[in-house]
């Protein structure tokens, strides 16, 4: 039984003071900071190919137990639609065909990652370049908190409770890199401390995959430049899943139907990339009123999610 349904039972008896209480309980156990040895732990073992190995994490939530198909997530702190979507989009498919997703917790891509690995009902570990308990940045405690409830884990090397400095994220980076597989950069500029996490995995021996982006963006640079280096380009999970575990059954895609005319035919040209509300609009003939009420429908029964600036995309 999951903690959370333990912490429910043993303190049902008492409805009077029953949120107090389960608040209370909930937070004891969000905050239990358990440490391991990772060359001790069969899941954390990949971490002794590294540089600097350490000696112990300490960790609040749950980890694997075996070793599991791992890719790490990493990009811009500052992503575009473009960046945020494919970022959620391969989040969301590994995770949903039993990938476990790593990333730093950051503002982000990190945190689209995290989210989207969620979303699937799949499981997440966010590596921290602080000691825990605390979380940063502070805007992702909720973050922190599903992940932990929902069977992941938050992670740290640090034991005393200090604030993160500069090199530590550049440390961090190397045991996101390092619990991985391979390592999915879906956009960056040239000058992005992403790089530094694919550098840490090509030192490594880890696979690094590369989402070709626009020419002309400069959010697109660092991952541009590093397919001309070689990394592999990377369009679709199946890319990732055919190296990392080439067993995985094929995803069946299917594409979701709306409740009324409008909807479906919304839902078809999302599903044929385009993005933008205007020219959906424009392409559909539907009135303006009808179009915005067919949206917001489809985003409350979750066929549909925005991206910021009426850019729209299949959930």
Same mark, same amino acid.
């Given at each position: 039984?999951?903690?959370?349904?333990?912490?429910?039972?043993?303190?049902?008896?008492?409805?009077?003071?029953?949120?107090?209480?389960?608040?209370?309980?909930?937070?004891?156990?969000?905050?239990?900071?358990?440490?391991?040895?990772?060359?001790?732990?069969?899941?954390?073992?990949?971490?002794?190919?590294?540089?600097?190995?350490?000696?112990?994490?300490?960790?609040?939530?749950?980890?694997?137990?075996?070793?599991?198909?791992?890719?790490?997530?990493?990009?811009?702190?500052?992503?575009?639609?473009?960046?945020?979507?494919?970022?959620?989009?391969?989040?969301?498919?590994?995770?949903?065909?039993?990938?476990?997703?790593?990333?730093?917790? =950051?503002?982000?891509?990190?945190?689209?990652?995290?989210?989207?690995?969620?979303?699937?009902?799949?499981?997440?570990?966010?590596?921290?370049?602080?000691?825990?308990?605390?979380?940063?940045?502070?805007?992702?405690?909720?973050?922190?908190?599903?992940?932990? =409830?929902?069977?992941?884990?938050?992670?740290?090397?640090?034991?005393?409770?200090?604030?993160?400095?500069?090199?530590?994220?550049?440390?961090?980076?190397?045991?996101?890199?390092?619990?991985?597989?391979?390592?999915?950069?879906?956009?960056?500029?040239?000058?992005?401390?992403?790089?530094?996490?694919?550098?840490?995995?090509?030192?490594?021996?880890?696979?690094?995959?590369?989402?070709?982006?626009?020419?002309?963006?400069?959010?697109?640079?660092?991952?541009?430049?590093?397919?001309?280096?070689?990394?592999?380009?990377?369009?679709?999970?199946?890319?990732?899943?055919?190296?990392?575990?080439?067993?995985?059954?094929?995803?069946?895609?299917?594409?979701?139907?709306?409740?009324?005319?409008?909807?479906?035919?919304?839902?078809?040209?999302?599903?044929?990339?385009?993005?933008?509300?205007?020219?959906?609009?424009?392409?559909?003939?539907?009135?303006?009123?009808?179009?915005?009420?067919?949206?917001?429908?489809?985003?409350?029964?979750?066929?549909?999610?925005?991206?910021?600036?009426?850019?729209?995309t299949l959930r």
């Amino acid at each position: 039984m999951h903690l959370i349904e333990l912490a429910d039972q043993s303190i049902a008896y008492h409805s009077s003071t029953y949120l107090t209480e389960r608040q209370y309980l909930l937070q004891q156990i969000y905050m239990k900071i358990n440490k391991v040895v990772p060359l001790e732990q069969n899941y954390l073992q990949i971490l002794g190919d590294i540089a600097k190995t350490p000696k112990s994490l300490y960790f609040i939530g749950n980890l694997p137990q075996q070793r599991v198909p791992t890719v790490a997530i990493v990009g811009t702190r500052r992503p575009t639609a473009y960046g945020k979507e494919v970022t959620h989009r391969l989040a969301y498919d590994l995770a949903s065909r039993g990938v476990i997703v790593v990333s730093g917790l =950051a503002l982000g891509v990190d945190g689209i990652a995290h989210r989207a690995a969620l979303e699937a009902g799949g499981t997440t570990l966010a590596v921290l370049a602080n000691s825990l308990p605390k979380i940063y940045p502070a805007t992702h405690r909720d973050l922190a908190k599903d992940i932990i =409830a929902k069977g992941g884990a938050i992670i740290s090397e640090h034991q005393d409770n200090e604030s993160p400095r500069g090199y530590d994220f550049l440390a961090r980076n190397r045991i996101v890199s390092g619990l991985a597989d391979a390592i999915i950069i879906t956009e960056a500029a040239s000058r992005s401390g992403t790089l530094n996490t694919a550098a840490h995995a090509l030192e490594q021996g880890r696979e690094v995959f590369v989402v070709p982006g626009n020419i002309t963006s400069p959010l697109s640079a660092g991952c541009n430049a590093l397919l001309k280096q070689g990394a592999t380009p990377i369009t679709c999970a199946d890319d990732i899943l055919q190296v990392i575990a080439p067993h995985t059954p094929d995803k069946q895609t299917l594409l979701p139907l709306g409740n009324t005319p409008d909807e479906t035919t919304i839902l078809r040209l999302l599903a044929d990339g385009m993005r933008n509300g205007d020219e959906i609009q424009q392409k559909t003939g539907i009135a303006a009123a009808d179009f915005s009420m067919a949206l917001t429908m489809l985003e409350m029964n979750g066929a549909i999610r925005p991206l910021g600036g009426n850019q729209w995309t299949l959930r």
